[in-house]
């Protein structure tokens, strides 16, 4: 049996240590060795067992391939991002200036070039500022607005957002007080103007964006709301800045600004395209209560966050906006081409239409007409667990690879995936 330290000083196992740690490279060491003891390996392999067995990073966190047909799906990170906003993330990884100004050696705002690029994007905004997620927004307004005070809400919008947290939960642990109106299906104007009083912090409506309610119903919209005389929070949820002509019913943050919105709050990492993060815009003043209140230093986003959302900003379009844009005949040509060299390969694949979603709580009920590759439904756990992972879904008992969300670049490697899972 090599010795241990032999083992380790293999140049393969060498190169590894730097890449994962020198303590994963040893357990799987120790591992094989503990094969070879077993019978299970020759002596001989054991280095080329605990190379085989180490990751390729150093983070648990590996790429994957949506083809889901679901465009913004949570599981799978939401919105990638793009060419531009991934470079400036690995410009910035290292030391920057994101709180110095080079021209003068003194410290500046942070963030500055993002924050021009966020109030560039959205004009009608008076101000504007970043936490971390959608969810911090929110927390933050409550907090700096209505701590001790009441928030209206209508009941037909105190929805649960992910892994089971629900809107109430997050705005009551502010330490405010819900002042429900309406009913789950109807809510009128009256119903806020006879909850509007001196104990209101402000009036919140809210994007139920991950359901949709139909029939005998009611709600009051923002125009309406910024007659009451108290500030109106509009959470718009998607991350959508204007108007989408794809996404009529899709609310938007410069339509809810021009509309009388006080603030608007949506996330960064839906259909705007960039990282997760939660964008706050409206009037000058609330947003400076918000950005000086002690919490958001506690819910400020870190120099990467800054870069990525810049180059969202300011290099349109991203990969969403692309496939948002994508035509379905597109998609189903890419697929046809696809299948076509797999059945050249004895694969049992076809080209098909396909609907897809918008997902990540936007667009709820909106199908996006996309095109996919069909394959027996067995090799969805086998490219699920592949090396390079690609996550499709069952659907009529077959395996569909929605190409909606998947680059043109990604398609030979949905063949290579595909191949190696037969095999």
Not at 61 to 80: Q, S
Not at 221 to 239: K, R, Y
Not at 302 to 314: F, V
Not at 346 to 354: E, F, L, M, N, R
């Amino acid at each position: 049996m090599p010795r241990t330290d032999e083992v380790l000083a293999d140049p393969r196992l060498v190169e590894a240590a730097g890449r994962v740690g020198r303590p994963a490279v040893k357990q799987a060491v120790v591992a094989a060795q503990g094969r070879a003891r077993a019978g299970e390996i020759d002596q001989s392999a054991v280095a080329d067992e605990a190379v085989a067995a180490l990751p390729v990073r150093g983070a648990s966190l590996g790429p994957v391939v949506n083809a889901t047909g679901v465009l913004l799906h949570t599981n799978l990170g939401r919105a990638p991002l793009s060419a531009a906003a991934t470079e400036a993330v690995v410009a910035a990884a290292g030391p920057t200036d994101v709180e110095l100004d080079l021209a003068t050696g003194r410290r500046s705002g942070r963030g500055l070039g993002m924050l021009a690029a966020l109030a560039a994007a959205v004009p009608d905004a008076e101000a504007v500022h970043v936490v971390n997620n959608g969810a911090a927004a929110l927390v933050l307004a409550a907090t700096a607005l209505a701590m001790g005070r009441e928030i209206v809400v209508s009941r037909g919008e105190l929805v649960e957002i992910g892994d089971g947290f629900r809107l109430p939960d997050l705005l009551t642990s502010t330490g405010a007080t819900l002042r429900e109106v309406g009913t789950t299906n109807r809510t009128a104007l009256a119903d806020y103007t006879a909850a509007v009083g001196e104990s209101t912090g402000f009036v919140l409506k809210v994007h139920p964006s991950n359901f949709v309610v139909t029939g005998f119903t009611a709600d009051v919209p923002v125009a309406e709301l910024a007659t009451l005389g108290v500030p109106v929070v509009a959470d718009v949820g998607s991350g959508l800045l204007t108007p989408h002509p794809l996404l009529p019913a899709e609310p938007d943050a410069a339509s809810a600004l021009r509309a009388g919105a006080d603030l608007v709050i949506a996330s960064g990492d839906k259909l705007l395209g960039g990282p997760q993060c939660g964008l706050i815009l409206g009037r000058a003043d609330l947003v400076h209560r918000l950005r000086r209140h002690p919490m958001a230093r506690a819910l400020r986003v870190g120099k990467l966050t800054l870069a990525a959302l810049e180059a969202t900003l300011r290099v349109p379009p991203t990969p969403t906006a692309r496939a948002l844009e994508a035509r379905q005949e597109d998609l189903l040509a890419r697929a046809d081409r696809i299948a076509s060299s797999l059945r050249d390969r004895g694969i049992d694949a076809v080209a098909t239409t396909s609907p897809a979603t918008v997902g990540g709580g936007g667009a709820p009920g909106v199908t996006l007409e996309s095109a996919a590759v069909r394959l027996p439904e067995s090799y969805v756990e086998r490219l699920r667990l592949g090396t390079r992972p690609v996550v499709g879904r069952v659907a009529g008992g077959a395996c569909l690879l929605d190409l909606l969300a998947v680059p043109e670049s990604a398609d030979e490697s949905i063949v290579d995936a595909v191949v190696a899972a037969t095999g």
